[in-house]
């Protein structure tokens, strides 16, 4: 690492070049007029514009470059550096002080802008305080309007109007010959000028052609994890640098790919194809109307490749570990990539068709998305063994104990690999191997009363659950609930004791009436005949189904339920035995008895 000081001047011109580059995933950001123009102030007073952070060409991170906003022109060209930190104050300062184009910015309120900007000579060698207000940016046009575009404020259409209103234009400021231009119309349109040019040259053009930009240049050298962790750090106050972004840049320069297809590679539109398939075909991975960011996200597919890579590594080296740090992700080859992106991809498809016999088919319903990273990585690995009915019951238990224990919400990136191992050892029936997320899932008896919200991984996982065991709709009687009937009949969960009832004994039961318990999957239309005491609206729901009352007791009962305490509408009652019969159906799931405290676990 060096430092250094290089002019303004220097800096943009190495811009206009193609010089100076951004390396591909750094984003494009406009900064706004408002914040352009004191940026603008800062460079005429010579105030600290702030470091700026740059990469040497020509090391092990090769990425795709490509120019700031404005220097287009020299996208043809090779960089010698690439700008890491610096872009919107550098792409603002090239715009407005060195192209002879107006600046594409936009307003307080996001509107795009096309403005020129000058300064007022008279203010400008007045006192520093003046010297935001001395900026001013015009239209296109370089006329100032206001009164709704009626009345012209400042007109600067052309250089003798600029001259006589004494507004500099900023943009030829490095150009000495059109500089030179300026001023005799300047000074021979009043010869009292020439005291006012004087001072403007000596407290404002000396300090912009001579002012220095304190840069930190990194040597070509530099490893890509530390290219990614310097700009995440440099670039607090934007949005995170994520991975997927590094790797795309990173594989766009890949030169061999280039020189063996005749093109880049572009992973944002192979990571485009795989998600349009996946979500396409499941919608638990996530919604194509809500765009690529929704469901399953590029870091988890990075994840799941780098999880199979480094287990197909530790299969030769047994030193080497399984891994999807961040590092491994940076260290994922192109040619790796493409090899077992594929194989991912299908575990991916697997995965959502597990979801689905899970009776978890929404996205708002899926308990944890991180969850099946490993799932899918192990799915890559051991391929149809988890389709025996050994291997699915085995997945199932572990996926269940994660879901139930709320096992991935904390720190994942070692559990994603202890599970990888572990889950493709108890599948495979090595011996003495049952993965820690199953031994060690706790789910406490009282957890119930707890679990109220969709926050919550287990209130999720309940709620499939009593899909999956077969619960039939009080209105849509003909047939359980199935993955096909939650989408079509809007089915959510809802209260069984409804909030009508609990308007009416609002001190009674507050928390337990709004926990899982009190809870079910049920049909929209089921829940606009709940309201008031169950005693009531079971009657009502019994007659619009066209159901015998005996046999809609039994309808009742397939959610866990005693239609008996319900004909009473005993909330007590009622809440003692399905608390019972969901623990149950939770021991089921997780293969292991619910533990009440201080209690050891055992098996079930």
């Known amino acids: 690492m060096s430092l250094d000081n290089p002019k303004l001047r220097d800096l943009l011109k190495k811009v206009a070049t193609g010089a100076l580059q951004l390396p591909d995933f750094q984003r494009d950001w406009k900064w706004d007029d408002e914040r352009i123009k004191a940026l603008i102030a800062t460079v005429t007073l010579n105030y600290p514009l702030g470091v700026a952070m740059t990469l040497q060409t020509g090391g092990e991170p090769k ?12 996208s043809a060209e090779t960089p010698e550096l690439l700008l890491l930190d610096g872009q919107q104050r550098l792409t603002s300062l090239f715009q407005a002080l060195y192209r002879d184009q107006p600046v594409e910015t936009v307003d307080g309120r996001g509107k795009e802008l096309k403005r020129w900007y000058y300064i007022d000579i008279a203010k400008a060698i007045g006192t520093a305080s003046e010297r935001d207000d001395a900026i001013v940016s015009v239209p296109e046009d370089r006329i100032l309007k206001t009164n709704f575009a009626r009345s012209i404020v400042l007109d600067l259409s052309t250089k003798e109007k600029e001259c006589e209103a004494g507004y500099f234009p900023l943009n030829v400021v490095f150009d000495t010959k059109r500089v030179n231009e300026w001023q005799r119309s300047y000074v021979q349109l009043d010869g009292a000028n020439w005291d006012h040019w004087s001072q403007f040259e000596e407290h404002v053009l000396n300090h912009v052609q001579a002012f220095n930009v304190p840069m930190i240049n990194l040597p070509a050298q530099t490893t890509m994890d530390a290219v990614c962790a310097v700009f995440e750090r440099v670039n607090t106050g934007g949005v995170p640098l ?22 880049y590679y572009q992973l944002p539109t192979e990571w485009q194809h795989i998600k349009t398939r996946l979500a396409s075909r499941y919608q638990v991975l996530g919604s194509l109307e809500a765009g690529l960011g929704d469901g399953l996200s590029s870091s988890d597919f990075l994840q799941a490749v780098a999880l ?67 799932l899918a990585a192990v799915r890559a690995v051991v391929g149809e063994a988890t389709d025996t009915t050994d291997g699915e019951e085995k997945v199932a238990q572990w996926y269940w104990n994660g879901v139930l224990g709320e096992m991935y919400g904390g720190s994942l990136e070692t559990r994603f690999a202890r599970d990888v191992e572990q889950l493709v050892a108890w599948i495979r029936r090595e011996p003495g191997i049952v993965p820690d997320t199953v031994s060690d899932a706790v789910f406490l008896a009282d957890r119930l009363d ?42 959510d969960v809802r209260q069984i004791f409804p909030k009508s009832w609990t308007d009416k004994n609002p001190s009674r039961h507050f928390k337990k009436v709004n926990s899982i318990v009190n809870k079910t999957p049920l049909s929209f239309r089921a829940s606009r005949s709940i309201a008031g005491p169950p005693a009531s609206y079971l009657k009502a729901l019994q ?49 292991k008895r619910t533990v009440f405290r201080g209690e050891p676990a055992g098996e079930f």
């Not at 990425?63 to 020299?74: D, I, N």
């Not at 959502?352 to 929404?362: D, E």
Request: proline share 4%; hydrophobic share 45%; glycine share 4%.
């Open 543 to 591: 007659l619009e189904s066209g159901v015998r009352e005996e046999w809609f007791d039994d309808i009742v009962a397939t959610h866990l339920v005693d239609p008996v305490a319900l004909h009473e509408s005993d909330f007590d009652k009622f809440y003692e035995d399905r608390a019972d019969q969901l623990l149950e159906l939770v021991q089921a799931a997780m293969g």
């Open 242 to 263: 994520n991975v997927f972004e590094l790797l795309t840049a990173t594989y766009a320069g890949d030169q061999k790919h280039v020189a063996d297809f005749g093109t």
């Open 450 to 491: 707890s679990l109220t919200t969709r926050n919550s991984a287990a209130y999720k996982g309940i709620y499939a659950l009593l899909i999956k065991q077969g619960a039939v709709d009080w209105y849509f009687t003909e047939a359980p609930l199935n993955p096909d009937k939650i989408v079509a009949h809007t089915v």
């Open 63 to 74: 990425f795709k470059a490509r120019t700031l906003s404005g220097a287009e022109e020299a």
């Open 308 to 374: 199979l890579r480094t287990w197909e590594l530790k299969q030769s080296n047994p030193r080497a570990a399984v891994s999807c740090k961040r590092r491994d992700l940076l260290e994922l080859p192109l040619a790796d990539f493409r090899r077992l992106a594929p194989r991912i991809a299908d575990a991916f498809e697997w995965v959502g068709s597990f979801l689905h016999r899970q009776c978890i088919v929404r996205g708002a319903d899926l308990p944890y998305r991180t969850q099946l990273v490993p």
